[in-house]
């Protein structure tokens, strides 16, 4: 076998266990090609009636037992969901001739891990982005603040599992949050170096791509909701719900980025010697003045991939397989016409404290209604064989239809099919758009 022939059949080891991961195992079943499928993680109960759990611990820093494992499983892909096992270097250790892995190496990683890394990439490539400075010390980032008059953000620069950003729109704000990450040490050696970039403001949108070194193949544009509150208020959290394509972004926006964000970081980072594979994630501001970019991620988003997975046309075994082996421009996918809406569920509490432990019920009654698809985040099955809540954001209840606002209505009709102690959810996902876009109105 050349190490560009996806294999038939196909052994794929999945690593992650979140809602994205379910959605990824979900398209990875539908693939003629998938032998066995293995799973890192099975707590998430959506994700573990899916595949077989892999006997060995996933630590990228000591992937000896992990390495002699995929060796004796016959393992042919290795598919990694989330960034920490992509910043640790699990894909240069695990990938050989003949056994691929989908997902940035360690150098390319550092789009996310690093922020400065990043910054100091766009800056080099005049890729627009927030003006920002990077700070190793509390007195010179104090210093800065003092002489700066607009609101500002505050950023540890590695990762901090999506909480080190603090958008500040006073001086005493961002004082607190530079206290925050250099004195408090909220978030540990991710804020070991500390970026404060200019506030901007716009619609955020995520554009994903897939690169394979080479060849970019941009995927259909999506918006996440990351506020807790309808009208995108309150607290920032993983993500409350996204919906996938956003008529934010036409076809002449699409070829903006493209041309001004997507293909320059690839080009920046192919002088530095990095060949980025994988998926590429911009998450971008559109400001008066153009797309921006707020930050990269070296894999797909949560809960972006849902509804991506849901409208995915294509062999999702040969997709990735081709992303990793440079063979991209071989492989041929689509996506379905119709809109698909993602609700995240979440815990009463989230994304502060929230139990744990309570039984759902009513996911047979949603995934019973047209185009609905149920992917599960933060569950597990308790001894009893009940399927209960295990983290703050729960399922992400996906559904199509012809156009944002029928699928909306959708989604949100099947999360009113499922029950558990505190649940909460957005009934305005993909609002912001259907505000936008509606004609004015005549009195
Ligand atoms: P990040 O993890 O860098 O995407 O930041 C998390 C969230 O903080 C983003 O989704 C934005 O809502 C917000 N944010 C980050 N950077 C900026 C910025 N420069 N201006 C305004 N909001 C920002
Ligand atoms: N949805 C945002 C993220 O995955 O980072």
Redesign the pocket.
């Known amino acids: 076998m050349s190490d560009s022939t996806c294999p038939n059949p196909c052994n794929v080891l999945l690593i992650g266990g979140g809602g994205r991961e379910h959605a990824l195992a979900w398209k990875l079943r539908q693939s003629s090609r998938l032998g066995k499928l293995w799973l890192s993680d099975t707590t998430n109960a959506g994700l573990a009636a899916l595949g077989e759990p892999c006997p060995v611990k996933i630590d990228g820093r000591d992937a000896f037992r992990l390495t002699r494992w995929c060796e004796t499983a016959d393992i042919h892909l290795v598919v990694i969901g989330p960034e920490g096992p992509l910043a640790q270097g699990l894909t240069d250790v695990l990938q050989t001739k003949t056994r691929r892995v989908f997902g940035p190496s360690k150098a390319a990683a550092q789009i996310e891990a690093d922020k400065a890394f990043a910054k100091q990439l766009m800056r080099q490539a005049a890729i627009p982005t927030a003006e920002a400075r990077t700070f190793s010390d509390l007195e010179s980032a104090m210093h800065y603040i003092e002489n700066r008059e607009d609101p500002c953000v505050v950023k540890a620069a590695g990762l901090a599992a999506?909480k080190g950003v603090i958008v500040c729109n006073t001086r005493e704000e961002a004082i607190g949050a530079v206290n925050r990450m250099f004195v408090q040490r909220e978030f540990g050696d991710a804020a070991g170096k500390v970026i404060i970039e200019e506030k901007l403001s716009g619609q955020e949108v995520?554009i994903l791509a897939l690169v394979d070194g080479r060849t970019i193949s941009l995927l259909d544009t999506c918006q996440?909701h990351k506020q807790r509150d309808e009208g995108d208020t309150g607290p920032n959290t993983?993500?409350m719900g996204?919906y996938c394509p956003t008529p934010l972004v036409d076809a002449a926006m699409m070829n903006t980025i493209q041309r001004q964000i997507i293909v320059p970081t690839v080009d920046a980072l192919r002088r530095e010697g990095i060949e980025y594979r994988g998926v590429l994630y911009a998450g971008l501001m559109l400001t008066p003045a153009g797309p921006k970019v707020l930050e990269f991620?070296c894999r797909f988003?949560?809960?972006?991939c849902q509804p991506l997975m849901a409208r995915l046309q294509g062999d999702l075994i040969e997709i990735l397989w081709a992303t990793s082996t440079g063979k991209l421009a071989d492989v041929d996918f689509d996506f379905d016409a119709q809109v698909a809406v993602c609700v995240v569920m979440c815990s009463g509490g989230y994304p502060g404290s929230y139990p744990k432990g309570k039984p759902i019920t009513g996911i047979d009654d949603a995934e019973s209604m047209d185009g609905v698809t149920v992917f599960h985040a933060g569950t597990t099955m308790a001894n009893t064989n009940e399927l209960v809540t295990n983290g703050g954001r729960v399922l992400g209840v996906t559904a199509l239809a012809d156009d944002l606002p029928t699928a909306r209505d959708r989604a949100n009709a099947a999360c009113e099919q499922i029950h558990f102690d505190g649940a909460f959810y957005r009934k305005d996902i993909g609002g912001r758009v259907l505000v936008a876009t509606s004609p004015p109105k005549h009195v």
């Open positions: 999506g995520s996440d993983g993500g996204a991620n988003g949560d809960p972006e």
